[in-house]
């Protein structure tokens, strides 16, 4: 396929120009879906009568003439741990088969009401531990721009659903890079907002001071859309922030002048970095600067401790979360328990897979009475320097820029048994969710036919300018516009 790919703004165009209907792209999406299900394996679950349905209704409120807004009429998926009131939730884990829905996500019911639609849900890491989305009781997601890869994680099915066009827009849940790395790795936009900016109701829960929901998308200005129609205030999280949301469409203006971009030392170090990735995200710098941004070196000195920090934290809090998927509120218990204790375990020991139960045990661990002091406290302390870091950078700068990842996506099945090597393809993306700052990856290039992804970090709540800095390479460059092969 050589064609440019559509993106929602252009699918929009066509809808309002009836040069085709939403039943038409409804089917079109569930088409592909099911076509590439062999190769790609992106989605977990497709939704294919209510879809329909609300396909059917956007078509007639458009002849009406009383159409929702950019988003109406459009495909969009979800990641497999948000919940949608009557479908399956599964968060690719054996504990939550046969679990139903008996309400809707806040972010999922927002889409719902700018009139997008929800074609299915996607692939990902059990319960959102991961980085490749190769621990899923639905088996791995393949990376569309090259089949033996991992498409990054753990959001790689929304990833995927937009980088071969499945359909243009997605959710996907970020804990420690999970929309940012998966983005990269498969050449589409993932943003990340600032903690609190997006409602976390009816997201299940991973690490929760650090889980966010986000947004996939081909282009920045597709991002703005679907940012505006879930983020803002929500009663029903007490976390969720209160400001405003702005029109981020109106700060896409593709102009970057006077704006300083701050270049982190320690992330343009050469050891650890390949010199492809590194080489292409100069070029994007250098670009931006032709652009008429100004370019400064900031200093981020704790980044050594980001990844260490992360992996106690997060842990902790899942270990925490996850004790609900017990048998008794959650999850079906193990047949054949005796006793409540035997119920516990066997439920458990069944429904988890390694990778979760490394997590629950390190957590476990993290949080007992003699290694709290010694670990969580510490790593809470730790915390509040990374903060105070980016604090400080942005004195200096507007926008921080950095490569997501190290490397391209990586090889299916070379990390699996080594969880360490595995937990390090998160060390540029696991400081933006500890201090709660907004991230967003776009594509940038590629390094041996693999797409290589820049990172922008913003001022908490300045998502509208990492979506102008977006734009605005977007506008001077095509490589968020290449199609990854036809999956064959
Ligand atoms: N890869 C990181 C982890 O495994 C981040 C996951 C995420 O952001 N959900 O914890």
């Keep these: 396929m050589t064609a440019t790919p559509a993106t929602l703004q252009a699918l929009r165009r066509a809808l309002d120009a ?43 409120r458009r002849a009406r003439g009383e159409g929702r807004g950019p988003l109406d009429g459009l495909p969009v998926a979800i990641k497999d741990n948000m919940v949608q009131a009557g479908d399956p939730a599964t968060c690719a884990s054996r504990i939550l088969e046969g679990f139903v829905a008996p309400y809707t996500a806040t972010a999922v019911e927002r889409l719902e009401a700018a009139g997008a639609i929800v074609v299915g849900r996607t692939n990902m890491d059990e319960f959102a531990m991961g980085s490749s989305t190769e621990h899923s009781t639905a088996g791995p997601t393949h990376n569309p721009w090259g089949p033996q890869r991992t498409a990054g994680g753990s ?26 790395q998966p983005a990269s790795f498969c050449g589409v936009v993932g943003l990340k907002p600032t903690y609190g900016r997006v409602s976390r109701w009816g997201l299940v829960a991973f690490a929760s001071s650090l889980d966010q929901i986000g947004v996939f998308a081909r282009s920045a200005a597709d991002a703005a859309w679907l940012l505006e129609a879930i983020a803002g205030h929500d009663p029903k999280d007490s976390t969720s922030l209160p400001e405003p949301v702005p ?19 320690e992330y343009f170090v050469e050891e650890g970095v390949d010199p492809g990735v590194l080489s292409a995200v100069r070029s994007a710098v250098a670009e931006l600067e032709r652009g008429g941004a100004e370019v400064r070196e900031v200093s981020l000195p704790h980044t050594h401790a980001a990844i260490a920090t992360y992996y106690l934290l997060a842990t902790a809090e899942a270990s925490s979360n996850l004790a609900r998927y ?75 820029v950095t490569p ?4 391209v996506a ?12 595995m937990y390090l393809s998160d060390v540029y ?48 460059t095509d490589f968020h516009l290449r199609p990854p092969p036809e999956p064959t």
Excluded: H
């Design 18 to 60: 009836g040069e085709v209907s939403s039943s038409e792209l409804v089917e079109a999406a569930l088409a592909r879906a099911e076509a590439t299900r062999a190769t790609l394996n992106a989605f977990i679950g497709l939704r294919p009568e209510p879809a329909r349905a609300a396909a059917a209704e956007a078509d007639a």
């Design 155 to 180: 959001s790689g099915g929304s990833a995927v659903a937009v980088a071969a066009g499945l359909v243009q827009g997605a959710l996907g849940s970020d804990t420690g890079g999970s929309i940012r």
């Design 247 to 265: 029109c981020y469409a109106d700060a896409l203006d593709g102009d970057v002048s006077g704006l300083v971009l701050g270049l982190p030392r």
């Design 326 to 400: 017990a048998g008794v509120r959650y999850a079906r218990p193990a047949e054949g328990s005796v006793g409540l204790t035997d119920m516990y375990q066997r439920t458990r020991s069944e429904g988890f897979g390694s990778e979760v139960k490394r997590r629950i045990l390190l957590g476990t661990y993290v949080l007992s009475a003699g290694y709290y002091d010694a670990y969580y406290r510490k790593a809470q302390q730790v915390r509040t320097l990374l903060r105070r870091d980016f604090e400080q950078a942005f004195q200096n700068c507007d926008v921080i």
């Design 404 to 407: 997501t990842s190290p490397e």
């Design 410 to 421: 990586f090889p299916l099945g070379s990390k699996t048994a080594d969880p360490l090597r």
């Design 429 to 476: 993306t696991v400081s933006a969710n500890l201090a709660g700052i907004p991230g967003v990856s776009i594509p940038c290039g590629f390094e041996s036919g693999m797409p290589v992804g820049l990172q922008l970090l913003g001022r908490p709540l300045e998502e509208a300018a990492l979506l102008r800095v977006a734009d605005a390479y977007q506008r001077r």
